[in-house]
């Protein structure tokens, strides 16, 4: 595009009182080469006038505005997709965050260089062009026929969506076919409710924007959002859970050959298993649960036909074998008495309560017998709590259990550290386990079979206790797969009602997918981002670096090695872009040459030691707004220091750093997400990756005579705005330690 210029100074909220706005303007139009005008409000129905009559009259569609944060008036100062717009932050991080005392030189020269690297972004972007396939499939696929699944269905269905519903299992409904009752959902929140799974169940079955296939399980999906192909398998196993209408393999083959008829006929549609594969815009993994192992907790009797799971106990109860003394241990006791067992939550603690009410049904002098460390009723079913513990035949106590022993026909459960504040034992028929509820996805299974040069399954769910979101706070949907998104239990453990909410939230993504995979921009978290990574092929190495370290899979590969982009993966960090060592990635509005240009654009006095500069390159998912907050709130920031906000700390190519040292900087900082365990990086493991890549390039200054200490990285979380302004003065304060820069003024 030929580009016209168009530079814009707001002097309000503060700014035409703190800086020399005539000084200002004349950097930009001396040193830039740019025109550039003032208002005392361009936020304002006059200021945005102001520049649209440049726009309309005077051709200018590259537009650079010196006024408040970019994180805010996004709407204001958006003048199209065929203009570029690039914002200075002079007001939250010039005006409002100078520490007591500054002086006025230095907020002035603060001023300028951000005015000087808005301007030099301006020069390197160029629009972006939506990526758009060619054909695009609306349909959902929907992996999983219990409440989490069918729920999903339904609802992409009624959103007008095509729909095609795999369940592994002879019919739908999932695990919820062997519950007797279910949870109360309405007020007064006290009573058990029947279970409802097969109103649910007919309601798929009438919908006819769903194709349901029982008995099948998916073989392979391979392409992308918008264009994935999956092919099917007749399910190799059977559940405990299926319904009461079972057939074997061979009844099942004779029954798509329509030899033999369908036991299941009335109950649900039935698709036969088609070999060619089937196109879907989006995938919803509903898998669900299985019950955790307690085989290994060998002082409760595992194995005794008398000790069972909760899930054992629920198929027992549907079946009327409820026995009138039933001790519910939640908490493994012994040497992890103060502990639950495994994946256990508010879900375990409420079928306890649950199926205690069923021995109190079911005997009329029954006593059921709840013992936990924890006991967790959220929201309104602390109602239903109240009303068994008012219950004078359910005893609840806190307690470690130190073992059960066989007496007689009959189980003797000893606990101690109650409540009563003394040892008791409890002779019961029966003792029922608090088995926890773990994701199909744990182990790493690979539940979906993607046909991605990463692998089958998702990545380092281990770390996660197998769950399959790629960020727990965010993106709550979300998988390390972009266009897969999961709901219930392989998200985490629910309830009935919450799992429904779930389901209509990731059909709701599924959808959102579809939609801006066919508008040609990303899905989150930089929703609507026309932007896609190029490649310049001529130049790469085939080093493989971009394939590996994408957290979403956007690259495949072929047998050379050479990247194969699939943009609709794409999520648009710019990962790909900070690992490439030959630099041949990048965005149309945000690469290697912008950011390294904008670093060199800054000024740095030769030999002023009271002058140092410092460079911060800022992720802008939480640690920029943590930034902008603690501005807000006038907590002073070091004006020496200079701020370039970054996709990710993922997409920082290590030549950045380099450049500002070359340039006589005096010292380099990355402020981003929080990794590890409880990692909070918007794209999974940018940080993370930045951290490694900080520690080779210390070594690389080592051997230039530099103090590696000139480099550093700092974990922020977007709540930490009141610790941010000490951590960079902190790293300010070492720098000024070491002295210059010795490569200042080369």
């Not at 695990?175 to 009752?181: Q, S, V």
């Not at 240009?597 to 939480?622: A, F, T, W």
Request: proline residues 4%; hydrophobic residues 35%; aromatic residues 8%.
């Amino acid at each position: 595009m030929d580009k016209k210029y168009g530079a814009y100074v707001c002097t309000g909220c503060g700014i035409g009182d703190v800086l020399d706005i005539e000084a200002l303007t004349e950097v930009v139009t001396g040193e830039m080469s740019m025109g550039c005008k003032t208002h005392e409000a361009l936020c304002g129905a006059a200021g945005r006038e102001f520049i649209e009559n440049d726009i309309n009259n005077d051709g200018v569609n590259t537009v650079v505005i010196g006024a408040c944060s970019p994180r805010v008036m996004q709407d204001v100062f958006d003048f199209g997709d065929d203009k570029i717009t690039v914002r200075a932050n002079l007001r939250e991080q010039v005006v409002w965050c100078q520490p007591e005392g500054a002086g006025a030189d230095f907020t002035q020269e603060l001023a300028s260089d951000y005015m000087r690297m808005a301007c030099t972004q301006a020069k390197k972007s160029d629009l972006p062009a939506p990526y758009q396939l060619e054909v695009i499939n609306k349909k959902v696929l929907v992996m999983g026929g219990g409440i989490a699944g069918m729920t999903a269905a339904l609802e992409a269905a009624r959103a007008g969506y095509g729909v095609t519903l795999i369940e592994k299992a002879e019919v739908l409904g999932g695990k919820a076919l062997g519950w007797r009752k279910q949870f109360p959902t309405s007020s007064p929140w006290t009573d058990l409710e029947e279970n409802s799974i097969a109103d649910l169940v007919n309601a798929v079955n009438a919908n006819d924007s769903i194709t349901v296939k029982t008995s099948t399980e998916v073989a392979r999906i391979s392409g992308a959002p918008g264009d994935f192909a999956a092919t099917f398998k007749a399910a190799e196993t059977k559940s405990e859970w299926d319904a009461p209408f079972k057939v074997t393999v061979d009844e099942q083959e004779k029954i798509e050959k329509g030899q033999l008829e369908d036991p299941n006929a009335g109950l649900q549609k039935y698709t036969k298993i088609d070999p060619a594969a089937e196109k879907f815009g989006s995938v919803v993994l509903a898998t669900g649960w299985t019950p955790a192992d307690v085989s290994e907790y060998e002082h409760l009797l595992p194995g005794n036909d008398k000790v069972v799971t909760n899930a054992q106990f629920e198929k027992l109860a549907k079946e009327g074998k409820v026995p009138a003394r039933v001790a519910f241990i939640q908490s493994p006791g012994g040497e992890e008495h103060d502990r639950d067992f495994p994946f256990c939550n508010s879900v375990t603690s409420m079928v306890a309560l649950k199926q205690a009410s069923y021995v109190r049904e079911d005997n009329v002098d029954g006593k059921a017998y709840i013992l936990y460390q924890h006991m967790r009723t959220p929201g309104n079913m602390e109602m239903f709590y109240k009303a068994a513990q008012n219950d004078d035949g359910i005893f609840l106590t806190k307690g470690a259990v130190t073992g059960v022993e066989e007496q007689g026909g009959t189980l003797l459960v000893n606990a101690k550290d109650t409540l009563l504040n003394q040892d008791i034992s409890l002779e019961v028929d029966m003792v029922v386990l608090a088995a926890g509820l773990v994701p199909t996805t744990g182990g790493n299974k690979a539940m979906i079979n993607l046909a991605y040069r990463q692998g089958p399954g998702f990545l380092d769910l281990d770390l996660f206790d197998g769950y399959a979101d790629s960020h727990f706070i965010c993106f709550p949907y979300e998988t390390r797969r972009t266009g897969v998104y999961t709901c219930g239990g392989v998200r985490k453990a629910m309830t009935m009602e919450e799992t429904i909410d779930d389901a209509a939230g990731a059909a709701l993504k599924a959808i959102q997918c579809i939609e801006s995979v066919d508008r040609g921009v990303s899905v989150h978290p930089r929703s609507g981002d026309q932007s896609y990574p190029e490649f310049f092929f001529q130049r790469c190495t085939q080093c493989k670096r971009c394939t590996e370290e994408c957290p979403f899979g956007a690259l495949d590969d072929d047998e050379k090695g050479t990247p194969l982009p699939n943009p609709t993966r794409c999520r648009r960090c710019g990962t790909c872009m900070g690992a490439c060592p030959e630099r041949i990635i990048g965005f149309k509005n945000y690469n290697v040459d912008m950011i390294g240009s904008m670093v060199k654009s800054i000024e740095v006095p030769d030999d002023d030691e009271d002058k140092l500069r410092y460079l911060v390159l800022v992720c802008e998912n939480d640690a920029y707004p943590a930034l902008d907050m603690a501005a807000m709130r006038r907590k002073g920031l070091n004006n020496l220091v200079r701020f370039i906000p970054v996709r990710c700390l993922g997409s920082v190519n290590v030549v950045w750093v380099k450049d500002a040292l070359s340039s006589g900087m005096d010292g380099v900082m990355l402020l981003g997400c929080k990794y590890g365990d409880d990692y909070q990086c918007h794209f999974v493991k940018g940080s993370e990756i930045a951290n490694k890549r900080m520690d080779n390039i210390g070594e690389t200054l080592g051997s230039l005579g530099l103090e590696p200490e000139r480099c550093a990285m700092k974990q922020v979380a977007i709540t930490d705005f009141d610790k941010v302004p000490g951590m960079i003065q902190e790293f300010v304060d070492e720098i000024n330690e070491l002295g210059p820069n010795p490569f200042k003024g080369f």
